[in-house]
């Protein structure tokens, strides 16, 4: 049985990732490299970045998290997941899987289906819509009018989380993560966001660092997605006229400095949710 | 025939390209892709990156404009280009070739040749040395003393648009658009930017924005030259010091809020000239 | 002889190394070549990035130096570090070599074993555990406590430059520097630049900078640390409280307008000691 109370009281995990300061083995896009490298340092965790098949198993073994982001995948790469996957599921490193772009293309489908077959991974955190094509769900959800709205979205993880037999985190206005049983939302964030790329891929990798000190993968997703847009809020709160350049910058200054009270002040975290 | 004021009538371009926020295809080099990305998402169109032989066809298919960018080349970044030129061929997706650091290396200039053979691009944009390069002008402007001079690029850019039958951008000080016939020079811009790795690469990434969504690609490129340049023009003015790290930044916050107003208020668009 | 007052009277080089503009060919990960390419043009260099077989012999052959940086190596990449250094080699253009994460595959260990077999570098600089891998000392130093004292990365350096034959810079709270027979200290620098992704590999490629234009590899080693470290140090100076990401943008800025006389100024360089 889950405390309920417990995975709603995240802000102490932050001190304890950071105390960890754990190794984030990043197999990730091209265009998000730099910003995920920073963005990891400023919020207390170590990154490592490998791509090569002679080395990523070795790294992953040593890592404390692994992140797999299809954002920019070519047939090399989805050989560096899988071998990388499956030395993290050896050494019980959790995986966290980010289908940027899923759906988008057949290549992506279907190596995201060979990544799922061959590594049992820890979270799948995504939009929606790539959530959906992960689930196989594109005919479930074709009567649906939109994936925009909330309860479309929880609909989806817990329908995802239940299918692949994994947490599922999916990125929105409010963000939702469920374990198939529970579901929890998160509010905290803000639009600007979506004017910096890599702010998703980023989160995934920040979710990593709090599941490589958090057993409980719920808890520590909805721990991450706090500090996460609570950084981002803090940002547009003392500058409201922030443009999307400066943000970048001013947001990894916030990820460095957030604290546990900035957690327990502005979280906005629902929940649970039965079925 | 083309109406001349419509071509220096541009402003209104940066409002139906933010309406339509057009999906541009990028197969980039790795130095400049988050930059590529940050830039495209801040004008208001909407990036994506794919690199891989199984995908770069069907995304070029789907995207609004194409754009390939040699400088970080690959044997097989080659293939995918060629590739994702053809099915945008096919699919009437316009295909912008920044043919950076042409002739630096031999394989760089037989790589654009390739290209050229297989794809039919709609704009050619680099700086004189590498159009030179291109058109296979180096004996042509051996006699030249520079190619720095203003005239010299004019008479570069129409050689080149009639030798490989597409428009051409020139960028330098100052810029200069052509199809061949007509020409016209655009003012706009820094020299800090000149500071600033892949501030060229972005531009053409934002030329792709705006000729998604105007078939004149003379006129959609002095568009995206002006736009671009202003935004530099206005960081500039706020903070004449400013140092090239910061003006990064600013620069992404000024695409994201340069309005039909600054461009119509700070445009220095001259032409045409015919021959 | 060494004349030792040259060796810190190093001011001047910054100058020269502007002048020149010298062309830093870089073979570098992912994760840094934005931001390296963007220091080499802050601090006065000209950056070139090119990793493909088919290109790298032609092009580390025009650049003034070559930095090799095996953060996210590849087969392929290893293969062009070597056709690249030894065109460098033919060329008697100076190698500078950045074994980032030495020792923590074997791949990486393997692979830097392979390129010193086939490449002369001019210098070797990395982190006190890196250059101890690099060197074959990790039996060595088992019996040392901690390889982060002062002294250790002094033994640690001197080691290593006669082990392999070249100057080694090992970086870390104070630098040192040293060709086997005398070693300088340099205390400039900021420890909120473990807080920036690159920070050490983009030093790697400034050092390139100014060994392009000076043959003596230890004292143009103490000029590029010290401009280096004094520019992260005015940074903090005008900003104490200054974020990560802040920083990052902001150490750009100084990397540009830092002189001569913040040089002469702010500089901590001690030595020569014998052995």
Known sequence: MTNVNNRKDVAGLLTRMREKAPLIHNITNVVVTNFTANGLL?????PVMAYAKEEVGEMATVADALVLNIGTLTADNVES????????????????????????TSFRTESIQRILNDVKISLLRGNAAEVSNVAGMEAEIKGVDSVSSL????????????????????TGERDVVTDGQELYYVGNGHPIMTKVTGAGCLLSSCLAAFIAVEDDIVRASVAGLAAYGIAAEKVVKSNPAIGPGSFQAAFLDELNSISEEDINQYKKIEGPQGE
Do not use: Q, R
């Open 81 to 104: 997941m899988i071998i990388a996957g499956k030395a993290a599921n050896a050494a019980n490193t959790p995986v966290i899987l980010d289908p940027v772009g899923a759906g988008a």
């Open 42 to 46: 400023a919020i207390g965790a170590s």
């Open 151 to 170: 309860e479309d979205h929880a609909v989806i993880a817990v329908h995802a989380a239940k299918k692949i037999g994994v947490p599922v985190c999916i």
